[in-house]
C-alpha cells in the first residue's frame, strides 16, 4: 500500500513591493503637478519695497484690484456698486474689522485711492496695503 504524500508548504518571507512604489511614484506625480495650480488668488504682480514684513499674523479681508481694475474680496469678484455690502458681510463673517489691500503694481494710483476712500467712508480705520519685499542683489554690499 502506498502513503499518501503529504506536501509540505513554507511561509513566504519576501513581500512583492513593486506594485506599491509604482503607485507611490504614480501618486508623487500627481501631487507635484497639480500643487502649483491649488495656489489660490488673484495672479497679480504686487509693487516691491524695503518695508519690514509685519511679525504679526492678523485676520483680515483681502481686498484685491488687478491689472484690469477688477476689484475682489477674499478672492470673490465684486461689483463696485455693491462694494460696500459685500465687504460689510465679509467684515461680519470673518469678525474682524481689518483690510488688506493687493493690487497689482499696474494699476492707476486714482483706482486705489477710490478704494480706500471707500473703506474710510465705511468707517474703516485698519487698512494695509500687501508688497512683496525688494530682493537684493548678490554681491552687492
Do not use: C
Amino acid at each position: 500500500m502506498r502513503r499518501p504524500r503529504h506536501r509540505s508548504y513554507t511561509a513566504m518571507a519576501d513581500i512583492n513591493i513593486t506594485n506599491l512604489v509604482d503607485v507611490v511614484l504614480v501618486l508623487l506625480i500627481i501631487f507635484m503637478i497639480s500643487a502649483p495650480l491649488l495656489q489660490s488668488g488673484i495672479d497679480i504682480n504686487l509693487p516691491t519695497t524695503r518695508a519690514a514684513p509685519i511679525e504679526e499674523e492678523t485676520e483680515g479681508v483681502v481686498v484685491t484690484i488687478d491689472d484690469k481694475g477688477g476689484i475682489y474680496i477674499n478672492d470673490v469678484w465684486a461689483r463696485i456698486d455693491g462694494f460696500e455690502k459685500a465687504l460689510e458681510n465679509e467684515l461680519q463673517k470673518k469678525n474682524t474689522s481689518s483690510v488688506y489691500i493687493r493690487a497689482d503694481s499696474s494699476v492707476a494710483y486714482g483706482t486705489a485711492i477710490a478704494v480706500i476712500g471707500r473703506l474710510k467712508e465705511m468707517g474703516i480705520e485698519g487698512i494695509g496695503l500687501i508688497t512683496e519685499p525688494l530682493k537684493e542683489k548678490k554681491g552687492k554690499r
